[in-house]
Nanobody
């Protein structure tokens, strides 16, 4: 079972920066795809950025040019560098992992972190 632990959220003024981290606990496996999602009250969780195992990345239009997703595959950790933050970036950010490799086999599954609050004040 993959457990994800997020950190790095907080309160920041508009124009500021934050860096989120998400680490998968355990060893001996390699996460397939990882990504970040954002949820605000009354709305569905939406994709912010994702990173496939081959390195391909994908971003929501609203964050392109401001956010950067990166991974440390050796540590099964994904980061989200958020620059030029806007009040509309406020929300709970969730880390997601999809599948992992262990012992030469692929194990499918979707795993979520507990979420970290990001608040951007105007």
């Amino acid at each position: 079972q993959v457990q994800l632990v997020e950190s790095g959220g907080g309160l920041v003024q508009a124009g500021g920066s934050l860096r989120l981290s998400c680490a998968a606990s355990g060893s001996g496996f390699s996460i397939n795809a990882m990504g970040w999602y954002r949820q605000v009250p009354g709305k569905q969780r939406e994709l912010v950025a994702s990173s496939a195992s081959g390195g391909r990345t994908n971003y929501a239009d609203s964050v392109k040019g401001r956010f950067t997703i990166s991974r440390d595959n050796a540590k099964n950790t994904v980061y989200l560098q958020m620059n030029s933050l806007k009040p509309e970036d406020t929300g709970v950010y969730y880390c997601k992992a999809v599948g992992y490799y262990k012992g030469g086999r692929y194990f499918d599954g979707v795993y979520w972190g507990q979420g970290t609050q990001v608040t951007v004040s105007s």
